[in-house]
């Protein structure tokens, strides 16, 4: 099967940037690319989707903010976050929808905003 694994997460002070990608253990071609996010205690909760077209969605609260990107068939999504705030505090999920493969989730890379 194939697995997802984010990265890029961390500590970063309210105003500044991470750029989260996501790896494939194997070659995949995502016809649907998203982010969602997860704080304890709350949903999970869509940050952004990519489709097949170029359209894209964003949350309300990122709108602005964050920009979603497709990148290659081993790292098919990447998630730029710029200006962040304390509630963007959560972890962070890739999901990749694929024709061959399904639906794909990674496990999660945390992002803490704090000063």
């Known amino acids: 099967q194939v697995q997802l694994v984010e990265s890029g997460g961390g500590l970063v002070q309210p105003g500044g940037s991470l750029r989260l990608s996501c790896q494939a253990s194997?070659?995949?071609?995502?016809?649907?690319l998203a982010w969602y996010r997860q704080a304890p205690g709350k949903t999970r909760d869509l940050v952004a989707l990519?489709?097949?077209?170029?359209?894209?969605k964003y949350g309300d609260s990122v709108q602005g903010r964050f920009v979603i990107s497709r990148g290659d068939s081993k790292i098919p999504v990447y998630l730029q976050m710029n200006n962040l705030k304390p509630e963007d505090t959560a972890v962070y999920y890739c999901?990749?929808?694929?024709?061959?493969?399904?639906?794909?989730w990674g496990q999660g890379t945390q992002v803490t905003v704090s000063p």
């Open positions: 990519l489709d097949r077209t170029g359209g894209t």
């Open positions: 999901n990749v929808i694929t024709l061959s493969s399904g639906t794909l």
């Open positions: 194997t070659t995949i071609s995502g016809i649907l």
